[in-house]
């Protein structure tokens, strides 16, 4: 089954607001990460956030993370018509099994100008 | 150098044919992934490697065949594909796990259709 499963499953907003995406897991967790693609192109990471963090900034994105309840966030600000992507979040099971990361079902995020 | 790069871009084939996916870092990174994805889902991991060894084999079909000539290269051989293989093929390599995961850099994908 899916580990991470993001909310909303599409998110349509303005140039200039802010964009909130959510995403669950099931397991306990060693980091969550997040990546960014664009339509039909390859994943680009944007921020890994470690079991033991709560918060991570990057430029206009801040991640949260909360273990209690197994669900991370994530924020852009000010949003751009650039930031039109799917959004992924990926997690890695505490005491699983090395180098699998397993990556939620996605946010498409649509940023109209 | 932080580009992970994949040849070829798109590639059709047949049901009958054979053909090859090629990855290349030069990151020094010593784990490399290959992934499927299919259209509005997300990566679905393949094939992990790690120091030129198969580490995970996700149960995926014998039709397709990785090799690791070497750290900087990764190769998919197919063989004898069906239609429903037909999807976007994404190389990724990343920093050897310590325990945790690192950041994975992706290649842009080579998008395959069977006929």
């Known amino acids: 089954s899916q580990q991470g499963e993001e909310d909303p499953q599409a998110l349509s907003i303005q140039e200039g607001e802010n964009a909130t995406m959510n995403c669950s897991y099931k397991t306990s967790i060693n980091n969550l990460q997040w990546y960014r693609q664009n339509s039909g192109r390859g994943l680009v990471h944007l921020i890994l956030?470690?079991?033991?963090?709560r918060e991570k900034h990057s430029g206009r994105l801040r991640v949260t993370l909360d273990t209690s309840k197994k669900s991370s966030s994530l924020l852009i600000t000010a949003s751009r018509a650039a930031d039109t992507a799917s959004y992924f979040c990926a997690t890695d099971l505490s005491g699983g099994s090395n180098y699998k990361l397993t990556f939620g079902k996605g946010t498409l995020l649509t940023v109209n100008p | 150098d932080t580009e992970v790069t994949q040849t070829p871009k798109h590639l059709v084939m047949g049901m009958t044919n054979k053909k090859s996916l090629k990855c290349e870092q030069h990151m020094g990174h010593r784990a490399m992934y290959w992934y499927k994805q299919k259209a509005k889902k997300p990566p679905e991991l393949m094939f992990v490697y790690s120091y030129e060894k198969l580490s995970i084999n996700e149960s995926v079909p014998s039709r397709f065949s990785p090799e690791c000539p070497n750290s900087s290269l990764l190769n998919l051989h197919l063989h004898a594909l069906q239609p429903e293989d037909s999807a976007l093929y994404l190389c990724?390599?990343?920093?050897?796990?310590?325990?945790?995961?690192?950041?994975?850099?992706f290649g842009p994908g080579t998008r395959l259709t069977v006929t």
């Open positions: 990724a390599s990343s920093l050897l796990w310590t325990g945790s995961s690192y950041e994975q850099y």
């Open positions: 956030i470690r079991s033991n963090e």
